[in-house]
């Protein structure tokens, strides 16, 4: 175990570490010493000297005197140094990949991916520091030049979930970052140990490039103290936070009531319509992934899947048959034969056994999986679950975070647009099909009503280059690629007159004699 844990040393995690950071100086920490614990077999990783308010005033007030300078950093300088960034994530990939496997449960392929993903935004956000665009438009007054501009907005408070501890803080803070941001992360409770070694990374190439202290900044908490401190603090205009929809209704409420401004990723309730033309040799492998990836806990996972009358019971029994092949593909996430984790905790365990009563007592029949798995060294591994259900059962209208998957029926392909967007979460959704105005209509603003809609590729997996997010209790959120960098900064519209007269817009006249 020791050499197969070697990434622990080689990231210099320590079994005490200090959570509270401003870059490459780390704070002794004044709040409770907590434990990061492996789902894997139960073990403890290292501990962690969390932050309490005292270590975050220390923060915010580093984080608001740096940001005076960072905004002042050509913006392509800035990408320098995100650029050079993203070369240290390259260079420490194989270890960060394997952390974010020992510590979430997440196999080591997916691991790597999710480091992947850092790197790409890297990538994205350097090109991003020569585009930070503005628009020029014609005023209607002569000798008057209109354009609007994006400056810096200040501190970008960023709340991220264990499934994904790597990847979407860096989506927020690397495009934060060069668009002139300073940001403050408050990681999950569950992952701390990914969230201390990302940050000695990028504080080692801030110290090396003489950056001071404050862009990135890092306090951990494991209770709702400093997540509260964050959301409520007026110092902080923009609030980044990925999670329930449950904690986005929270923090949404408190982040309007002092007027600020809110990114959610919130809940999914995701779909795969399967279409009676659809081919099922990519539509099944699709759909197992999207359903089984990360054993259940991505915000993209496939919950249901909407199959015509006429595959169904074809349907049914090939997903079956490629479950129970995944039989002995549950275990150690380090492990390269293994495709299925652990789930996070005890906790995520409980609801996957009460969604299983829920369906049974509400009329529904699990027709394959639902058992905790013996035999590991801990008692998080479960065989992923098929249930047949009606789509409008509140057990199916409510996510439950955990491989279980839900076989609904459908006749026409309006009903099955019906049942897709059917619920009240809206991010993620897909069509399996080989017809052309099927394919067309679900793209159409009368087809999927959720943020991200693919077409012959499954819900889960979402490229850096677009928008991630969704609609409805998602949330409404984007961040990632595209022009999600508009929303860490803050819009001006400027217009200047360089003649010597003085009109008026919409011809007002107000000629003072």
């Known amino acids: 175990m020791v050499s197969k844990l070697n990434f622990l040393k080689n990231l210099g995690l320590e079994k005490l570490n200090s959570g509270v950071s401003t870059g490459s100086d780390w704070l002794t920490g004044n709040g409770p010493l907590t434990e990061s614990i492996t789902p894997v077999n139960g073990s403890v990783i290292a501990k962690i000297r969390n932050a309490n308010c005292e270590d975050y005033e220390k923060v915010i007030s580093v984080a608001q005197e740096t940001f005076r300078e960072w905004r002042k950093v050509p913006a392509p300088q800035r990408g320098e140094i995100v650029r050079q960034i993203g070369n240290a994530v390259r260079e420490a990939k194989d270890d960060l990949g394997k952390l974010v496997s020992w510590e979430m449960g997440k196999i080591y392929q997916e691991g790597l991916g999710e480091v992947q993903e850092m790197i790409d935004i890297c990538d994205f956000s350097v090109g991003l520091s020569r585009q930070l665009y503005g628009s020029t438009m014609h005023s209607e007054r002569p000798g008057h030049r209109m354009y609007d501009q994006y400056h810096p907005l200040g501190i970008v408070g960023i709340i991220s979930a264990f499934n994904f501890p790597v990847a979407v803080w860096s989506w927020n803070a690397m495009i934060a970052a060069v668009c002139g941001n300073v940001s403050i992360w408050k990681p999950s409770p569950k992952t701390p140990l990914c969230s201390i070694a990302l940050q000695r990374i990028l504080g080692n190439v801030m110290k090396q490039n003489g950056i001071p202290e404050g862009v990135f900044n890092l306090v951990i908490g494991t209770n709702e103290e400093i997540a509260e ?83 169904y019971e074809d349907v049914k029994n090939q997903l079956v048959q490629a479950y129970s092949q995944l039989e002995n593909r549950v275990g150690d996430p380090l492990d390269s034969e293994t495709l299925i984790g652990p789930l996070i905790d005890e906790v995520a365990v409980e609801n996957f056994r009460n969604a299983l009563e829920e369906i049974r007592k509400q009329g529904g029949k699990v027709i394959y999986g639902g058992e905790v798995l013996e035999g590991h060294p801990s008692t998080l591994f479960v065989r992923p679950a098929l249930a047949e259900v009606e789509n409008h059962w509140p057990i199916v209208q409510n996510e439950t975070f955990a491989p279980l998957l839900y076989l609904i029926h459908y006749q026409d392909f309006d009903e099955a647009l019906r049942l897709q967007n059917d619920v009240p979460q809206g991010l993620s959704s897909s069509v399996f099909t080989r017809d052309f105005q099927e394919s067309e209509k679900f793209l159409s603003h009368e087809g999927s009503d959720c943020g991200l809609a693919n077409v012959n590729i499954g819900t889960s997996g979402a490229e850096i280059g677009g928008a991630f997010g969704g609609e409805k209790e998602t949330g409404g959120g984007r961040e990632s690629g595209s022009d999600a960098w508009k929303a860490y900064m803050r819009r001006q519209t400027n217009t200047i007159n360089y003649s010597s007269d003085l009109p008026l817009a919409q011809g007002v006249n107000f000629d003072l004699g």
């Open 229 to 311: 401190t964050l959301v409520n603090d007026n110092r902080v205009p923009l609030i980044s936070a990925t999670g329930s929809t449950e904690m986005g209704r929270e923090v949404s409420g408190k982040v309007a009531s002092r007027l600020g401004r809110s990114i959610l990723e919130l809940g999914g309730n995701n779909a795969i319509i399967v279409t009676e033309s659809s081919d099922l040799k990519i539509a099944i492998p699709g759909i197992v992934f999207g359903s089984v990836g990360t054993c259940g806990q991505r915000c993209t996972t496939t919950r249901r899947i909407i199959i015509h009358d006429s595959i």
